[in-house]
């Protein structure tokens, strides 16, 4: 089994500054950094410290903004947050002389289906990065939703783009300000009462072949509801749980796992010897892990006319990177396997932990991912 | 007893991929929504089932699966539930004489997957043309393979001993007019439906090329039984499509689905389902009903309110099949749920009863007229408490009456006293059953608990009951796992710990997810609490208590035909308020009751949520209120007033 990221660029905390530094100075690099301008505090962490950084070449930002209908953004009215972020990088930017544009995206259509992902997809194309040595995804304020479908959309242009004879290289980066803390007090207002897979990683129902699935949810907190929403919608024979380990907090994983508890030991498909356990701040090793248990699993199955492996992300966005590069890799090796999730109507963070965010935010820690571009080029 | 998982709590009965499993804790209970139907209207025009979530709507298509048909009949010869199944299918013509399955029952479940062809960037018809090739190809599938199971054929190696005769007047693509045999349609719909599917999660542009004109279901008509044959003979009697969740399309491919199948009365027998969350606007305020002789609906949810005492045995049964499930020994749900008091109640009981008796004393004591009555009470020979308590507040509630009659406390004074037969006549079950919820209101005396109250929290959706249900079987559970230590332990929920529990259940996200919305919150507020207001008042005028409002059908009319149709209108909000709450299984509502020569709808709150403004859960009184009280409660919520009693 050959696996494209085997050998991977990951930096975090200091090192990311280090990285980031010597790369900038390594020569002229014409940069397009796409970014969420959402409520969330990371919102303009990644962009400030990577663009105060001393840099030759062209500098873009590309802001997305969401919108839950076409009456909201015809509104336009954003909660103060939101406004303060926008007003912040706006500022920033101006100060630095570069240039930013808005992209909106409408999450849900008049008869409230999640639409989120496929007008994500729709969003980028070739004439946006083809002038560009180095496109920087930054994932912090972006909900998985989003984010999966644009990197998959950025990831397949810059492949077709390098693996032209002569052309030059696009180079893809993902930056996510995590900080697990920050992302256990953010809460959903609602979610979406359908699962749905996101746009691209679709597994059809295909008719009658009548074969078995197979789930691997990637746990986190205060996902019970959309554990049990997107579980519904798939009916697995298998379910095959991850939890993160080593993690910061060493109990973390038990501590999921009795959230779940209710939802997992009432029924045949889960087994307590198929959890797979994952460094929660390497995404490279959940794809790794996640390749194999994808291999294995399509393997199990041969007998049985094969399988159909769905994932869902209910956990870091870190995490969910991984879980999507194991997912984008197995599907483009014509595996039958895709993305499923249940979308959230919006987020907030309530009042009592607003109150603690200064000493919360301390704990931000800056990680890049290198995808596609010069390091995976023979 | 030793139980490892929660019966109620693994996945809903149509999820369970396993035929055995779902066929075992299948009640058949379920089949008595055709029994008011004659048989024949069974296999009649389109119908269309709907309820909220849970409901029962995929449980009852599945036993219709050619599958499952098969499967039954073979077990019925040696197992009783497989047979008392068989009978009742048999009695709907679900077998023929011989026993073998006459209906080839396809069950086609919509995804999401359809819903992103509406949003793909190709040109509308494409999209249009797309979903309904996707669809045939799908039915057509699923018809052959349904006729293989019933005919024993193997599929696909047998098809082509199928043939079907291809009516050409039919609207068809041209590359299907040429294909005669099961093997030649199952090629066709098998390459079709892998383009497009390659094609719709394509991030790339998307190709329409390939697609023929259909814009409507030709599959629904291919199939007509008497163009099916196998070796020569006719292959079935009947080919029933179920189309299921149906309100996973979007509204305009709901649209489209919808009027394609009632435009063209399919030559199949068609039945669709759908939550009622898919129905316009005005379609919920009609109870969605299309009826004619083309179509006819059925919503589960009222199907079962006009029935109380069958869903009471319906939700029994289920949750016996459950319990069978995960013990060995036969044991009733039940017998879990203990109806006596514990100590701690037992002692606020005999706690409640002496301030019940002083307060009688206290305030009525010396007026001549209810002598009688007090001495009735002190001198009853009963020897239970509780009996003796609710006797007494019972009484407190029948002054409170007496004394408005009279219309002030003192008119009543110079009365004649009272005899105690008329106390008899007065003191009926439902003026007890208000006096038991005052004493729960006032002394926490437990009043919700019980399988026939948890039946009721249901509100007539299996789902619900199940959740219920299963809340309290983890009790249940802990008590097992207790027992490994103190042999003596009953496993038995006493009443006070299962209001506890039924308590916490509505606290539970799940059902205050919709409540999130603030204006639907407080108007659930609102209703509850003007419920509340009517039913605490003390002379319990409505006993045992209200959980319900009305509107006149006249204004129903004003909200279905202008108000939900004008963003302006005063009543806009209300409308689009109150389409939410049904939607979301809030509110439900009966149309039509007639009640002092007017016709009303009525507007109940679901019961689960009954038990949160302490309301009764009989299917209960309402009062009237018009449109301009509901909006001020929309716009500022409900305020109680000094109710002149």
């Avoid at chain 2, 693994?10 to 004659?38: C, G, M, T, W, Y």
């Avoid at chain 2, 699966?65 to 299918?89: P, V």
Wanted: proline share 4%; glycine share 4%.
């Amino acid at each position: 089994m050959t696996l494209r990221w085997e050998n991977y660029v990951l930096s975090r905390d200091v090192e990311f500054k280090t990285f980031w530094e010597g790369y900038l100075k390594g020569g002229r690099r014409n940069t397009l950094y796409i970014l969420g301008v959402g409520f969330d505090p990371r919102t303009n962490d990644g962009i400030k410290s990577i663009f105060a950084m001393a840099a030759e070449g062209a500098r873009r930002v590309i802001g997305l903004r969401y919108f839950s209908d076409k009456e909201e953004e015809k509104l336009d009215q954003v909660n103060e947050r939101v406004q303060n972020n926008i007003d912040s990088l706006q500022t920033y930017l101006t100060g630095k002389g570069i240039e930013i544009t808005y992209r909106h995206i409408i999450l849900q259509s008049p008869d409230e289906k999640n639409i989120a992902s496929i007008n994500a997809t729709a969003l980028f194309g070739l004439a946006d990065i083809k002038d560009y040595t180095d496109v920087v995804v930054d994932i912090s304020a972006m909900p998985r939703g989003i984010f999966i479908p644009i990197i998959h959309k950025l990831l397949n242009l810059c492949d077709a783009n390098n693996s032209q004879k002569d052309a030059a290289i696009i180079n893809l980066h993902v930056v996510v300000t995590e900080n697990p803390r920050l992302d256990a007090k953010i809460q959903d207002k609602a979610v979406a009462e359908e699962a749905t897979f996101i746009y691209g990683f679709s597994v059809p129902e295909q008719g009658l072949k009548d074969q078995k699935k197979v789930w691997i949810p990637l746990l986190g907190e205060s996902q019970t509801e959309q554990f049990d929403t997107i579980r519904r919608s798939i009916d697995p024979v298998e379910t095959c749980v991850v939890l993160p380990f080593p993690s910061k907090d060493l109990k973390r994983g038990d501590k999921i796992l009795d959230e779940y508890k209710e939802l997992l030991f009432n029924d045949p498909d889960f087994e307590p010897r198929n959890i797979l356990y994952v460094d929660e701040s390497n995404p490279f090793q959940v794809y790794r892990l996640l390749s194999q248990t994808i291999s294995r699993y399509q393997e199990s199955f041969k007998l049985l006319d094969g399988c159909k492996i769905i994932v869902s992300a209910l956990s870091s966005k870190l995490l969910s990177v991984g879980a999507f590069l194991a997912v984008y890799e197995s599907k483009n090796g014509q595996q039958n396997i895709g993305i499923k999730q249940v979308e959230s109507k919006g987020h907030i963070i309530p009042a009592a932990a607003a109150a603690q965010m200064p000493e919360v935010l301390t704990e931000n820690i800056p990680m890049h991912l290198w995808l596609a571009g010069d390091p995976y080029i023979a | 007893m030793r139980v490892d998982s929660n019966p109620f709590f693994s996945r809903a009965s149509e999820l369970i991929d396993l035929d055995d499993k779902f066929v075992q804790l299948f009640s058949p209970e379920i089949l008595h929504v055709f029994k008011n139907d004659n048989v024949s209207s069974i296999w009649g025009p389109v119908k269309i089932f709907r309820s909220s979530p849970g409901g029962g709507k995929t449980t009852l298509f599945k036993i219709f699966t050619a599958k499952l048909l098969s499967q039954i009949k073979e077990r019925s010869s040696h197992d009783l539930h497989n047979r008392g199944i068989y009978e009742l299918l048999k009695e709907l013509n679900a077998y023929k004489a011989d026993g073998s399955p006459s209906v080839a029952g396809s069950l086609i479940p919509f995804n999401n997957e359809y819903v992103s062809l509406e949003y793909l960037r190709i040109n509308d018809v494409y999209k249009l043309r797309l979903f309904f090739s996707l669809l045939n190809t799908r039915i057509i599938l699923s018809i052959l393979q349904s006729i293989s199971i019933v005919r024993d054929l193997k599929f696909p190696d047998e098809l082509n001993r199928i043939n079907i005769k291809v009516d050409h007047g039919l609207l068809i693509p041209k590359s299907i007019r040429t294909l005669s045999t099961g093997t030649e349609f199952y090629n066709w719909a098998c390459t079709l439906e892998e383009r497009i599917c390659k094609e719709i999660d394509s991030i790339g542009e998307i190709n329409t090329e390939f697609l023929e004109g259909s814009d409507n279901l030709f599959s629904l008509d291919i199939f007509a039984p008497k163009n099916v044959t196998i070796d020569g003979a006719l292959a079935i009697d009947r080919v029933l499509v179920m189309l299921d969740d149906v309100h996973n399309l979007t509204a305009n491919q709901r649209a489209h689905l919808i009027k394609s199948i009632i435009d063209k009365r399919p030559l199949v027998n068609t039945w669709i389902s759908e939550r009622l969350k898919a129905l316009s606007i005005d379609e919920i305020f009609s109870e969605g009903s299309k009826e004619n002789r083309d179509v006819s609906a059925i919503q589960l949810e009222n199907f079962w309110s006009q029935r109380y005492a069958a869903f009471e045995k319906f939700a029994k049964h289920v949750a016996n099949r459950r319990i069978a499930s995960v013990l060995d020994d036969q044991v009733h749900f039940e017998s879990f749920l203990s109806t006596t008091l514990d100590p701690e109640s037992l002692r606020k009981v005999r706690e409640a009863l002496p301030k019940v008796q002083a307060h009688i004393a206290e305030s009525h004591g010396n007026i001549g007229r209810y002598k009688n009555w007090i001495s009735s009470k002190e001198n009853a020979e009963l020897n239970d408490d509780l009996e003796k308590l609710i006797a007494w507040r019972s009484l407190e509630i029948l002054i409170h009456r007496d004394k408005i009659k009279g219309n002030t406390g003192q008119a009543t004074l110079g009365l004649e006293p009272l005899d105690d037969e008329e106390l008899d006549d007065q003191e009926g079950s439902d003026v007890r059953n208000a006096a038991l919820l005052f004493l729960n209101n006032e002394y926490g005396i437990p009043y919700y608990y019980g399988l026939p109250t948890i039946c009721r929290l249901a509100s007539f959706n299996i789902e619900q009951f199940l959740m219920v249900a299963g809340e309290l079987f983890e009790e249940v559970i802990a008590l097992s796992v207790k027992r490994i230590v103190k042999k003596n332990l009953k496993l038995v929920v006493p009443p006070a710990r299962q209001e506890e529990i039924l308590r916490k259940t509505i606290t539970k996200k799940k059902y205050n997810d919709v409540l999130t919305i603030p204006e639907i919150r407080e108007f659930l507020d609102s209703i509850g609490e003007f419920c509340k207001s009517q039913t605490y008042l003390p002379n319990a005028w409505n006993s045992p208590g209200i959980n319900g409002i009305a509107i006149s059908m006249k204004e129903r009319t004003l909200l279905k035909n202008t108000a939900i149709h004008d963003q302006k209108h005063v009543y806009y909000k209300l409308a689009k308020c109150l389409a939410t709450c049904f939607s979301n299984n809030l509110l439900e509502f009966r149309l039509n009751y007639k009640c002092k020569g007017k016709l009303l709808m009525v507007i109940y709150i679901n019961r689960i949520y009954c038990i949160k403004y302490n309301l009764p859960l009989y299917n209960g009184k309402f009062k009237e209120r018009n449109l301009t009280t509901l909006l001020d409660w929309y716009n500022n919520g409900f305020k109680p007033q000094r109710l002149q009693v």
